[in-house]
């Protein structure tokens, strides 16, 4: 069996929890998520299967798509509505639309963040949220991340009363996080705040239409179909720069062979999918560090 899966990731289970349950209903151990998905977030979350395990980390960076919700009034330990409260200021005058539209934007484009402690980023070899449980705040390094785009999905014209929640959408890239996003926002508006709520809608091209819930994923196991739930491997790195080689060239990629930069994809500095004349991937390559105008395969996908 091999293939993406998009799931539907519900609220209350952990990526690696979904996983584990995905290994049974597909009968096979060969299976990983794209990416850690919180606990208390819902949506899109591709699972690679086989062979498609492989390109797991190119899912994972390409971008990602959520719509959120940010409560201004009171930030908590976790910076969403799971954590304990820690700070809170009642929203004692009307916010304007422009103004949060205004805040909104002026994070558009390459920010810097600080993982918040409830995360899985490693310090000194442990997770953040492993100090966070014992009490321990650590200096946490700050990451640049992108915000692609960021929308108000709110019609009020005024927004005012002792909390103030609204929802917004974003577009963002890999290691982005939203709850400090929220954070930040309300920081920019005057106050404590936090995320609420959070679904992810998109990861690299896939959707909440493409996803199925474990439900149906549990349906189509008893009646033998669930591999129709699998898209090929090349959906996955659909995103990615293609060059198509004839059957010749195919057998030397096969064995990892150096290759030349096509004309047309020079200065490409990310990945490269080498594909078959009928659209069959058959490695990643990467400009080479060393020799000009060559690239090196990254990962072999297929060499049977």
Do not use: W
């Amino acid at each position: 069996m091999e293939g993406i899966l998009p799931l539907f990731k519900p609220a209350g289970m952990t990526s690696h929890d979904c996983v584990f349950k995905l290994r049974k209903l597909l009968r096979t151990k060969k299976v990983g998520h794209t990416g850690t998905l919180d606990p208390d977030v819902t949506g899109v979350l591709p699972i690679c299967v086989g062979k498609a395990t492989k390109i797991a980390e190119y899912i994972t960076d390409a971008g990602k798509s959520y719509e959120g919700e940010v409560t201004l009034g009171f930030t908590t330990t976790t910076e969403d509505a799971s954590g304990e409260k820690i700070e809170e200021k009642s929203v004692d005058r009307t916010i304007p639309r422009s103004e949060i539209e205004h805040v909104l934007k002026s994070f558009i484009g390459e920010i810097e963040q600080t993982p918040p402690m409830y995360s899985a980023v490693k310090v000194n070899g442990k997770k953040l949220y492993e100090y966070a449980r014992q009490g321990i705040e650590i200096e946490r390094p700050t990451r640049k991340v992108t915000i692609y785009s960021i929308e108000l999905l709110d019609d009020r014209e005024l927004f005012e009363g002792d909390l103030v929640s609204f929802k917004f959408r974003v577009s963002c890239s890999k290691g982005t996080y939203i709850r400090t996003l929220a954070v930040d926002l309300g920081e920019k508006l005057g106050y404590p705040a936090h995320m609420s709520s959070l679904i992810r809608t998109q990861s690299a091209e896939f959707t909440l239409v493409d996803c199925f819930t474990f439900g149906q994923l549990e349906a189509m196991s008893e009646e033998g179909t669930i591999q129709t739930a699998l898209h090929p491997l090349e959906a996955g790195i659909s995103y990615l720069p293609k060059y198509r080689i004839n059957d010749k060239v195919a057998e030397k990629v096969k064995n990892g062979a150096l290759l030349e930069i096509p004309q047309d994809l020079k200065g490409t500095s990310g990945p490269i999918v080498v594909e078959t004349e009928d659209g069959q991937a058959l490695a990643i390559y990467r400009e080479h560090p060393t020799k000009i105008g060559m690239m090196k395969p990254d990962k072999v996908l297929r060499n049977e």
